[in-house]
């Protein structure tokens, strides 16, 4: 995946089910050439394998009938001819694992040995993501195989299920040693030829020698709608596209684009990339990036089955096409985007498949609307979400502090998640935590109530206690049907203590410097918004030097699958190894929790606070300063900021080396950011440590320097990061709060190089 154009890998299927589905028809004369003259049309393996299979749906009368080959080295099992009705869409396993215990194909190819099994409607679904068989049937495989190599399974599904009396257990057997025995004499046990899909042909086991007909179409149509609905985001449609239309048809690749203000913007593609692509600006993927010059734009379908059709075509095509379709992407009668599938070779589109391809671009454009106001959605909820979190968190010298907060995978609401740190009118520093029910705009816009509340409560000198009685008061008083919890903590940083106040929210977790964690005894009250008239209380708790308070909000610690006991025990047991680990690191490993991002339920929140106090050894100071936006002017000042407090410390050797750092740091910021720009430095016993923090949370990336040619101007993003990465003993960033704070230490020993 490139940074400006979303790629997807092709499967590099040689052979299409589809391009084979115009044969198997009786010619016009009603002549029945029976199933050896219509599997000729089928290739020499598949035609051995559709005459056994059409033998034992019309002997045995069962509903369907599949052959399978072994690939991958033997590792699976693809399902490469299927006859029968056209349940046999519904009962086809395409891929099975050799060592799956839950397929008889399976363990006939492993045991070689015939095997059926009767599936009852409680038990007849083999995966419980896989519901394409919920309904009772046996299925009975037998082993294609000659001494020493194992060439396929032939299996019956029958439905309704019943037992398979002794001879038709022999005539299974006959057919596959049959089968065996002409596959391996012709040499066509070779499974390097198999489609991405089956070959599926119409046999009606009440007729005679009827007709061969292949509904590979219709297969094919079906999967892809069933695969569609599935997809969730852009990235998600265009993988199914890939393996549902690129892959079985033996495409060499695809692209999709989608109009937007008169003008063509790239989605993805797979395989080659067009000229379109290449011709066209770096960043021409995606709406927010430049748009694609000369991408096809076609109002009716066009296909392009010779070299002659390409050279006279009005758009560029990958350079080796031989063959392309251009087919429009049209939802709800209006003009959607473009879809372009190309081949390597000439290729005939015959009628049939023509129009399953506008019908699979018809459901792709559905499925292309609905991914992108999903992303649209979801960006939007995702910017109201971040705009009510705090844009910085304030430093004290008495106290480091770090946030997270990530959001749920599924959906596109946002959360009623918050976190935030107040000042307080005597100077010390309020942690406030929080959670509205449920997952909308109203839980977020309520949460910006609630935090307004609680800030404003805050700045006139309200206790923990007080505060949530008030903020109680005032959020039945708005009428809204969500409640919300909440959890303040007070810090005295002179006296090293903590008052703490709970609205039916988990109490904090304080890490103590020998590496307990204790839960404080805290009266959690019942949430805000239940009653107007709950009266609340507070404690207070002591914080020795280099405790560690950790507030969170319940979708950290539970899902589904994690109880909150034992999601609490995790977060604990990572604060009690925590040691002396920088916080913005804590925070990653702690946020972790959550899974991956494609495994979070729930939006979370997470506030670290570590009261430093006076840490025995150590004499560590903090000092801050700020400038505005866009105001590169003040760059001088940072230096003289820098410069002055390094040498008031005692860190005048690194001096220089950390005010040309820090200011590289600084003017991208200003560059890059639209806000004010806050640098801190921060002195440990044995290192400076300098954080930029800034709105924009997309992270910084090192670009390497271009002597020259066309791309030097592009090559000034990033020049600074090299600069920092040379200087400093280490560098890194991370969220902090809306946008993300770069940082870089230096220590005494360094010998930065002037």
Not at 492 to 513: C, V
Not at 637 to 665: C, H, K
Request: charge should be negative; proline fraction near 7%; charged fraction near 20%.
């Amino acid at each position: 995946m490139s940074a400006h154009a979303e790629t997807f890998p092709s499967a590099g299927v040689e052979a299409s089910a589809m391009a084979s589905s115009e044969h198997g028809r009786s010619p016009a004369g009603g002549h029945d050439p029976g199933p050896s003259a219509a599997s000729t049309q089928l290739g020499a393996r598949n035609a051995l394998f559709a005459e056994a299979l059409e033998r034992l749906v019309r002997e045995l009368r069962v509903p369907t009938a599949i052959g399978y080959v072994a690939v991958d080295d033997g590792q699976n099992l693809v399902a490469a001819v299927v006859a029968g009705r056209p349940l046999s869409i519904f009962t086809t396993a395409e891929r099975v694992g050799v060592e799956n215990q839950s397929y008889t194909a399976a363990t006939a190819h492993r045991t070689g040995e015939q095997c059926v099994r009767t599936f009852p409607e409680s038990i007849g679904i083999p995966s419980r993501l896989d519901v394409t068989m919920p309904f009772a049937y046996t299925a009975a495989s037998t082993p294609v195989r000659v001494p020493g190599n194992a060439l396929g399974v032939l299996t019956l599904i029958l439905v309704p299920p019943r037992t398979l009396r002794p001879e038709e257990r022999e005539l299974c057997t006959r057919v596959a040693d049959e089968l065996a025995r002409q596959l391996a004499g012709s040499g066509e046990g070779s499974t390097e030829d198999c489609t991405a899909m089956p070959l599926l042909l119409l046999v009606e086991p009440d007729q005679g020698a009827g007709e061969a007909v292949s509904f590979s179409p219709l297969y094919q149509v079906f999967r892809l709608a069933s695969s569609l609905t599935e997809a969730v985001r852009i990235r998600d449609v265009l993988d199914v596209v890939v393996s549902r239309i690129v892959a079985p048809l033996g495409a060499q690749g695809m692209a999709v684009s989608v109009p937007h203000d008169g003008r063509q913007y790239l989605l993805g593609y797979s395989g080659s990339a067009p000229q379109a692509v290449r011709a066209g600006p770096a960043g021409s993927s995606r709406e927010d990036g430049p748009p694609v010059p000369r991408f096809p734009t076609v109002g009716e379908p066009a296909f392009l089955e010779s070299e002659s059709a390409l050279d006279a075509a009005e758009f560029a095509l990958p350079e080796d096409a031989g063959a392309c379709c251009v087919l429009p992407l049209v939802s709800a009668g209006q003009l959607a985007g473009t879809f372009m599938l190309y081949f390597d070779h000439p290729r005939r589109f015959p009628a049939e498949e023509r129009a399953v391809l506008v019908t699979m671009a018809g459901l792709l454009a559905q499925s292309l609307e609905r991914a992108r106001q999903f992303e649209r959605e979801h960006a939007l909820a995702r910017g109201l979400q971040q705009g009510l979190l705090p844009h910085t968190l304030p430093h004290r010298g008495e106290l480091d502090t770090a946030a997270r907060y990530v959001t749920a995978t599924a959906g596109t609401a946002v959360g009623g998640d918050w976190y935030d740190i107040v000042t307080l009118p005597d100077g010390n520093l309020g942690l406030v935590i929080g959670d509205v029910e449920g997952h909308s705009t109203t839980a977020a816009a309520n949460m910006g109530q609630i935090r307004s509340a609680v800030r404003a409560y805050a700045t006139e000198g309200h206790r923990p206690s007080d505060l949530l009685g008030r903020t109680n008061r005032l959020l039945t008083e708005l009428g809204t049907d969500l409640f919300a919890t909440c959890c303040c903590v007070w810090l005295d940083l002179a006296t090293g203590t903590a008052e703490l106040a709970s609205a039916g929210h988990p109490a904090p977790l304080l890490r103590h410097p020998g590496g307990d964690v204790a839960i404080p005894q805290v009266p959690v009250g019942i949430p805000l918004g239940v009653a107007p008239d709950t009266v609340y209380q507070s404690v207070e708790v002591p914080l020795p030097d280099g405790t560690i308070v950790a507030l969170y909000t319940v979708g950290l610690v539970h899902s589904h699958t994690v109880d909150v006991s034992d999601g609490t025990k995790a977060l604990r047991d990572l604060l009690a190894s925590a040691h002396d680990q920088h916080l913005e690191h804590l925070a990653t490993r702690l946020v972790a929790i959550t899974g991956e991002g494609d495994q979070r339920e729930d939006d979370a929140a997470l506030l670290l606070a570590r009261f430093t106090g006076a840490l025995p050894g150590t004499h560590q100071r903090v000092s801050s300063f700020r400038v505005a936006r866009h105001d590169l002017a003040a760059v001088r000042d940072v230096r003289a900021f820098l410069n002055r407090q390094l040498r008031q410390w005692g860190w005048q050797r690194i001096s220089y080396e950390v005010e040309l750092a820090a200011t590289e740091l600084v003017t991208n910021a200003l560059v890059h950011a639209d806000s004010e720009v806050d640098i801190r430095l921060r002195e440990y016993a044995d290192r400076i440590r300098v954080e930029v923090r800034d709105s924009d949370p997309r992270p910084p990336l090192p670009a390497p320097i271009i002597a020259s040619g066309a791309g030097e101007s592009e090559s000034e993003h990033g020049r600074g990061l090299i600069i920092v990465e040379s200087l400093a003993a280490s560098w890194g960033n991370s969220p902090s709060g809306r946008g993300k704070s770069v940082w870089f230490e230096m220590g005494k020993d360094d010998d930065a190089p002037h």
